[in-house]
C-alpha cells in the first residue's frame, strides 16, 4: 500500500517533510508568506483584511519585549512561537483539543527545526517559553476584546485579566498580507543581527 505524502512544496522550491521535518527545509520567506496568508480566530474578526498569524506573532513579539525580555535570542523564539503554523495552520483550541496528541507532536517536531534553523534551541528553556505563553494570552485577549467580538469579561475567563500596563502602547493592525510579510522578514532580520 502507497504511502499517503507527508511533504509540502514551498514557494522557496523546498520540500518540507511534516513528518520528519529538518532544519535546512525552513525559510524564513516561506514561514512569513505562510502566517501572512493564515488567518486567526478562523476569519472571525472584524476589518477589511483577515487578522493573520504573522500579523499575531510581530505582536506577541512586542508585547514579550514589554515585558522585560530583553534577550533577542528569545524575542527571534517569541516572533517564531507559532511558525509552524505556515504549514499547518492555525487551528483554535477546541479543534486541537479534537485532534488529540498527534497535532501537538507534529507541532513540536516542527518547532525543532524552525528553531534549529535559526539558532535556537530545539526546546526552549521553561522559564523562556512560559513568558512567551504570558505574551501569546495578552495578545489574544487583545484581539479578542478588539475584533473578535468577545466582551472583556469573556476574554478575562479564557486568556486572564491583563496588567492595563502591559496593554498600553500594543497596537491591533490590520493590513494586506504583503505588508505583513515583509514587516515579519524585517523583524526577523533585525533580531538576526542582534544576535550576530
Avoid at 509540502?8 to 527545509?25: A, F, H, I, W
Avoid at 495552520?89 to 534549529?116: C, E, F, N, Q, W
Amino acid at each position: 500500500m502507497k504511502q499517503a505524502r507527508a511533504w509540502q512544496r514551498m514557494l522557496s522550491g523546498r520540500r518540507l517533510d511534516l513528518l520528519d521535518p529538518t532544519p535546512v527545509d525552513v525559510e524564513i520567506e516561506d514561514i512569513a508568506h505562510g502566517l501572512a496568508f493564515v488567518a486567526r480566530w478562523n476569519g472571525q474578526t472584524r476589518g477589511d483584511w483577515p487578522y493573520s498569524v504573522a500579523e499575531h506573532s510581530l505582536l506577541v513579539e512586542d508585547a514579550y519585549r514589554r515585558q522585560g525580555g530583553t534577550d533577542p535570542r528569545w524575542q527571534l523564539a517569541a516572533l517564531l512561537h507559532d511558525a509552524p503554523e505556515y504549514v499547518i495552520g492555525d487551528m483554535i483550541s477546541p479543534v486541537k483539543a479534537a485532534v488529540g496528541p498527534g497535532y501537538a507532536d507534529m507541532d513540536a517536531r516542527l518547532t525543532a527545526a524552525i528553531h534549529l534553523r535559526f539558532g535556537l534551541p530545539a526546546t526552549l528553556p521553561a522559564g523562556i517559553k512560559k513568558a512567551i505563553k504570558q505574551a501569546d494570552k495578552l495578545s489574544a485577549w487583545l484581539e479578542a476584546v478588539q475584533i473578535a467580538g468577545f466582551s472583556n469579561a469573556e476574554a478575562d475567563k479564557l486568556f486572564g485579566h491583563p496588567d492595563a500596563a502591559l496593554l498600553q502602547g500594543l497596537d491591533i493592525k490590520l493590513r494586506p498580507p504583503t505588508v505583513v510579510r515583509a514587516a515579519f522578514i524585517a523583524r526577523h532580520k533585525v533580531l538576526l543581527g542582534l544576535i550576530g
